[in-house]
T-cell receptor, first 115, second 114 residues
C-alpha cells in the first residue's frame, strides 16, 4: 500500500531563517506531487505541483520554492522565512494518469511557526 | 473561473443529530469532479468521496450521504446520527478535466458535542 511521509511534524523558525520541508511517497511510482499551505482557520492553497523529476509548476508567487530530486521525493524550501509563511503545510500525491477523477492522498502535514 | 463555496464556517450539533454541510461550486467546464475530504484534529486530510459531473445519483455510505444537484451547482454532504468522532473540518473540492489543480472550498468546522 502507498504511504506518504512528511517531516518534520512541527517546526518553529525565526524570521529570515531558511526552510526545508521534505515529503516522500512509498509504494507507488511516477506520482504527481503537490504542496499545499493551510493558514490558520483557512482553506488549502496549492503552492506547487510536479509531474516528474525536476518538473515544478508554481501556482502562487512567493518566497518559497520546490524541488523534486527523486521520483518520490518533494522538497519545499525558502531562503528567508517571513512571518506570513506560518501555516500548516501538506504534501499530497496522486497517480500520474492526468485524469481529473484521480483523488489526492495527503500526508500528515508540517506545522510551521515563524516568529 | 473555478470556485468552491462552503458558506457554513462552523457548525455545532449534539451527538445523534443529523447535519448537512453545504457545498456550492462554479465552473464553466462540462466535465469535472467533486470531492469531499475530512480533516480531523490530527491534520491529515482523508478522502471521503468523488463524484463526476455526469453522475447525479445520490450516494450513501453508512451514516454518510451526498446529494449532487447540477441544477443548483451543489454537492451537499449529510451525516446521519452524528458522533463525536465526526468532529473535523470538512472540505469540498472541485477538479476540472485535465486540470492538475484541486480547487478547495474554505472548509466547514463541525463540532459534535456529547
Amino acid at each position: 500500500s502507498q504511504t506518504i511521509h512528511q517531516w518534520p511534524a512541527t517546526l518553529v523558525q525565526p524570521v529570515g531563517s531558511p526552510l526545508s520541508l521534505e515529503c516522500t511517497v512509498e509504494g507507488t511510482s511516477n506520482p504527481n506531487l503537490y504542496w499545499y499551505r493551510q493558514a490558520a482557520g483557512r482553506g488549502l492553497q496549492l503552492l506547487f505541483y510536479s509531474v516528474g523529476i525536476g518538473q515544478i509548476s508554481s501556482e502562487v508567487p512567493q518566497n518559497l520554492s520546490a524541488s523534486r530530486p527523486q521520483d518520490r521525493q518533494f522538497i519545499l524550501s525558502s531562503k528567508k522565512l517571513l512571518l506570513s509563511d506560518s501555516g500548516f503545510y501538506l504534501c499530497a500525491w496522486s497517480v500520474r494518469r492526468g485524469l481529473a477523477r484521480d483523488e489526492q492522498f495527503f500526508g500528515p502535514g508540517t506545522r510551521l511557526t515563524v516568529l | 473561473a473555478q470556485k468552491v463555496t462552503q458558506a457554513q464556517t462552523e457548525i455545532s450539533v449534539v451527538e445523534k443529530e443529523d447535519v448537512t454541510l453545504d457545498c456550492v461550486y462554479e465552473t464553466r467546464d462540462t466535465t469535472y469532479y467533486l470531492f469531499w475530504y475530512k480533516q480531523p484534529p490530527s491534520g491529515e486530510l482523508v478522502f471521503l468521496i468523488r463524484r463526476n459531473s455526469f453522475d447525479e445519483q445520490n450516494e450513501i455510505s453508512g451514516r454518510y450521504s451526498w446529494n449532487f444537484q447540477k441544477s443548483t451547482s451543489s454537492f451537499n454532504f449529510t451525516i446521519t446520527a452524528s458522533q463525536v468522532v465526526d468532529s473535523a473540518v470538512y472540505f469540498c473540492a472541485l477538479r476540472y478535466n485535465y486540470g492538475q489543480n484541486f480547487v478547495f472550498g474554505p472548509g466547514t468546522r463541525l463540532s459534535v458535542l456529547p
